[in-house]
Nanobody, 129 residues
Framework: QVQLVESGGGSVQSGGSLRLSCAAS????????LGWFRQAPGREREGISC????????SYVDSVKGRFTISRDYAKNTVYLQMNNLKPEDTAVYYC??????????????????????WGQGTQVTVSS
């Protein structure tokens, strides 16, 4: 069964760091663009970062710009989200999603991945003040 598996979530204090991983199982991510999303209780899912299939385009939402870094390791078939200087408002369930054949870089729109992509099961990140 093809799937994405997130890991690396946890509980940290404000100002701390976490690195989330998104590993592909039973398929190669080489030709996929990937996005990271998060959903806090009572709020809509928010796209926060994405990376193109060729690793030459990355995008961040303003609220995480300068604090989060997305990267990918083709050899490990994994995409990462390094999160530094975490704030309580970063508390959410974090999801990765992949879509093949996306042209023009990458997308932080959930619709892009819902139509023809894969989603992971999510990992909880809790930041305390």
């Amino acid at each position: 069964q093809v799937q994405l598996v997130e890991s690396g979530g946890g509980s940290v204090q404000s100002g701390g760091s976490l690195r989330l991983s998104c590993a592909a199982s039973r398929f190669s991510l080489d030709h996929y663009a990937l996005g990271w999303f998060r959903q806090a209780p009572g709020r809509e899912r928010e796209g926060i970062s994405c990376i193109s299939s060729t690793d030459d385009s990355r995008s961040y939402v303003d609220s995480v710009k300068g604090r989060f870094t997305i990267s990918r390791d083709y050899a490990k078939n994994t995409v990462y989200l390094q999160m530094n200087n975490l704030k309580p408002e970063d508390t959410a369930v974090y999801y990765c999603a992949a879509v093949i054949g996306y042209r023009g870089g990458c997308s932080t729109s959930a619709t892009t991945y819902e139509v023809s992509g894969f989603w992971g099961q999510g990992t909880q990140v809790t930041v305390s003040s």
